[in-house]
């Protein structure tokens, strides 16, 4: 069961990592960045300077998050070196899911970590509508705001 289940987030893991990075010609991609200062701006409140903080903010996490990612490329390659050299046996697979996994909890905690330190600019009054609105944009669907005929699919 556990190695199913570890197989099942490696597949998600690595359709994420294709989506992200497979950018064909033609294919516009949602401005999330714009997106969420607007929502910042507009839902939460941010003034001027809540906005700058928020720029650093992001440009820092944008910075760590290529390092991760670059450091997931070259882990993931040597693990598939390891795993052919150890004859993809149960062991092997176990231990490599194991790390594989333990890279993913970086990348979330790096993520979570991001959304506290945007949250530590709301001012007392601002944290509420941050707390019940950030969820919902982050989680939301780019391409059914785009497209209303898409949600009725």
């Given at each position: 069961m556990l190695i199913l289940l570890i197989a099942i987030l490696f597949i998600a893991n690595m359709v994420t990592l294709y989506m992200l990075f497979s950018h064909k010609?033609?294919?516009?991609?949602?401005?999330?960045?714009?997106?969420?200062?607007?929502?910042?701006?507009?839902?939460?409140?941010?003034?001027?300077?809540?906005?700058?903080?928020?720029?650093?903010?992001?440009?820092?996490?944008?910075?760590?998050?290529?390092?991760?990612?670059?450091?997931?490329?070259?882990?993931?390659?040597?693990?598939?070196?390891q795993l052919a050299t150890a004859s993809f046996s149960d062991s092997a697979i176990r231990a490599n899911a194991v790390a594989l996994s333990e890279q993913q909890k970086d990348i979330e905690v790096t993520m979570l970590h991001h959304i506290k330190d945007i949250r530590d600019i709301?001012?007392?009054?601002?944290?509420?509508?941050?707390?019940?609105?950030?969820?919902?944009?982050?989680?939301?669907?780019?391409?059914t705001k785009r497209d209303p005929k898409k949600k009725e699919n």
């Amino acid at each position: 069961m556990l190695i199913l289940l570890i197989a099942i987030l490696f597949i998600a893991n690595m359709v994420t990592l294709y989506m992200l990075f497979s950018h064909k010609p033609g294919m516009k991609h949602p401005d999330k960045r714009a997106g969420t200062i607007a929502f910042l701006k507009d839902s939460v409140g941010f003034d001027k300077a809540q906005l700058v903080r928020y720029d650093s903010i992001s440009n820092q996490h944008r910075r760590s998050v290529k390092n991760i990612f670059d450091d997931m490329g070259q882990r993931r390659e040597n693990t598939f070196k390891q795993l052919a050299t150890a004859s993809f046996s149960d062991s092997a697979i176990r231990a490599n899911a194991v790390a594989l996994s333990e890279q993913q909890k970086d990348i979330e905690v790096t993520m979570l970590h991001h959304i506290k330190d945007i949250r530590d600019i709301c001012t007392p009054s601002q944290l509420s509508a941050f707390d019940a609105g950030f969820y919902k944009y982050i989680a939301r669907r780019p391409d059914t705001k785009r497209d209303p005929k898409k949600k009725e699919n």
